[in-house]
């Protein structure tokens, strides 16, 4: 994702997106122990990477420098609102600006943080994003079936299942299917109308600069 600074490059690359739970705001340098702690955490393997071995550290490195720190990506680190405590990170890869298309993806780094919505709210800031800033029609993820607290999020945040890859992995001895989830602008846009306030969060604060 290329874009020119100034107007174009803020719209793309917020420097911050509140919600009332976290806010997601640019990575800074000083956040690599923590990604690197994270992608070497087996269990965040097992949920979310295909081999379940912690990542060589030059890997992580390369990751974190081009993917996280690049310029031209879209990408967050996510804070707890409340604390600005660091918990994990999310990134939109894949960009496909013919159809209008992006994947998602988010790693809550920190076990502790699991199960308290902060993902929720997340893909929710960055479907808003999405949708209602970069005019994006679709956002895609993939996840694997065991995973179900994390399907569960998605759907909460406004994910569909679309299909599946019939035993793509192997877990546990047992093959395992991997999801593949998607949230269309026009769905979104229907369901925020629709639900307003009911919805959680009951509002996404407009980012800051």
């Given at each position: 994702?290329?874009?020119?600074?100034?107007?174009?490059?803020?719209?793309?690359?917020?420097?911050?997106?509140?919600?009332?739970?976290?806010?997601?705001?640019?990575?800074?340098?000083?956040?690599?122990?923590?990604?690197?702690?994270?992608?070497?955490?087996?269990?965040?393997?097992?949920?979310?990477?295909?081999?379940?071995?912690?990542?060589?550290?030059?890997?992580?490195?390369?990751?974190?420098?081009?993917?996280?720190?690049?310029?031209?990506?879209?990408?967050?680190?996510?804070?707890?609102?409340?604390?600005?405590?660091l918990i994990g990170l999310t990134t939109f890869s894949s960009l496909d600006a013919d159809n209008g298309s992006v994947l998602f993806h988010i790693t809550i780094g920190e076990?502790?943080?699991?199960?308290?919505?902060?993902?929720?709210?997340?893909?929710?800031?960055?479907?808003?994003?999405?949708?209602?800033?970069?005019?994006?029609?679709?956002?895609?993820?993939?996840?694997?079936?065991?995973?179900?607290?994390?399907?569960?999020?998605?759907?909460?945040?406004?994910?569909?299942?679309?299909?599946?890859?019939?035993?793509?992995?192997?877990?546990?001895?047992?093959?395992?299917?991997?999801?593949?989830?998607g949230a269309l602008a026009g769905e979104w846009l229907e369901r925020r109308q629709s639900a307003g306030r009911l919805m959680s969060p009951p509002e996404l604060a407009p980012?800051?600069?």
């Amino acid at each position: 994702m290329t874009h020119e600074a100034g107007p174009e490059r803020e719209r793309w690359q917020p420097a911050m997106m509140d919600g009332r739970l976290v806010t997601l705001r640019r990575h800074r340098p000083e956040n690599m122990p923590h990604v690197l702690r994270w992608y070497r955490d087996p269990e965040l393997a097992r949920l979310t990477r295909y081999q379940t071995q912690p990542m060589p550290r030059e890997e992580v490195e390369r990751f974190f420098h081009a993917r996280l720190l690049g310029p031209d990506s879209v990408a967050y680190a996510i804070h707890i609102r409340a604390t600005d405590r660091l918990i994990g990170l999310t990134t939109f890869s894949s960009l496909d600006a013919d159809n209008g298309s992006v994947l998602f993806h988010i790693t809550i780094g920190e076990r502790d943080a699991w199960g308290q919505g902060y993902g929720t709210e997340t893909a929710q800031l960055m479907l808003e994003h999405a949708f209602e800033r970069l005019g994006l029609h679709r956002v895609g993820l993939s996840v694997f079936a065991f995973n179900e607290r994390a399907i569960r999020s998605y759907e909460k945040a406004g994910f569909h299942i679309e299909g599946r890859l019939r035993e793509a992995i192997q877990r546990e001895g047992r093959y395992w299917d991997e999801i593949q989830m998607g949230a269309l602008a026009g769905e979104w846009l229907e369901r925020r109308q629709s639900a307003g306030r009911l919805m959680s969060p009951p509002e996404l604060a407009p980012s800051r600069g």
